[in-house]
């Protein structure tokens, strides 16, 4: 059964600082990873999707890297803002036929301006 | 190109009656998801229809939880009879082609149903 954890739970940064938020799954096996952000009381925005293939993708001030191997993302904020401001959730989509999606709890993040 | 929408937005009930909630996906999209985030806890996966065909029915808590999806277009989740521990967040996510890799993966989410049962 796949695990996502994400670490930390919250992180609070100032303005301008760049930033690393965490990812781990326990079942290696998968189509691809997802980084998705929330704001309060919204739906889900998809931000980078890597496929099982890829290392990493790259979108504006975002970075996300995949480490299949030992199971692991990392999803970089460079030079953060207050718009930054968000949850963060990892979601993992297991291979093996389905298209099932493993979420992790998520990183809220607060950047103060 | 229209977003995956929800409705309704907020569905507040009393323990025992009955709401449906409805996904409309992004036209052309085969699959179909749900979702459910409960207080505290990270979203989890209900189902998932390959156009109008359940593929995957693992994630549904019981059976007072009945999905449809009629003619493989938008998607209803009836809960019937309601209880306090549905209270949540209903989350559907749609992307292109059963099968297919690559971007055909990538799942778009509506903004969510936010469900109160009293």
């Known amino acids: 059964k796949q695990e996502v954890t994400q670490i930390p739970a919250a992180l609070s940064v100032p303005e301008g600082e760049n930033l690393v938020l965490n990812c781990s799954f326990t079942?290696?096996?998968?189509?691809?990873l997802q980084w998705f952000r929330q704001d309060p009381g919204k739906g889900l925005t998809s931000l980078l999707l890597?496929?099982?293939?890829?290392r990493e993708q790259t979108s504006g001030r975002l970075n996300a890297s995949l480490d299949k191997s030992s199971g692991r993302s990392t999803l970089y904020i460079a030079a953060s803002q207050p718009g930054d401001s968000a949850t963060y959730l990892c979601?993992?989509?297991?291979?093996?036929?389905?298209?099932?999606?493993?979420f992790g709890t998520g990183t809220k993040l607060q950047v103060i301006p | 190109e229209a977003g995956v929408t929800q409705f309704p937005s907020h569905s507040v009930i009393e323990k025992g009656q009955t709401v449906t909630l409805r996904c409309d996906p992004i036209?052309?999209?085969?699959?179909l998801y749900w979702y459910r985030r409960v207080m505290g806890k990270e979203i989890k996966f209900l189902l998932h229809f390959v156009k109008e065909s359940k593929q995957d029915e693992s994630g549904m808590p019981n059976n007072r939880f009945l999905a449809e999806r009629t003619g493989g277009t938008y998607s209803t989740l009836k809960v019937q009879p309601a209880e306090l521990e549905d209270s949540g967040v209903y989350f559907c996510a749609s992307s292109h082609q059963w099968g297919r890799r690559g971007a055909y993966n990538e799942q778009f989410f509506g903004p969510g149903t936010r469900l109160t049962v009293l």
């Open positions: 890597i496929q099982s293939s890829q």
């Open positions: 079942d290696s096996a998968i189509y691809n």
């Open positions: 036209s052309g999209h085969d699959n």
């Open positions: 979601a993992v989509m297991n291979s093996g036929g389905y298209q099932k999606v493993t």
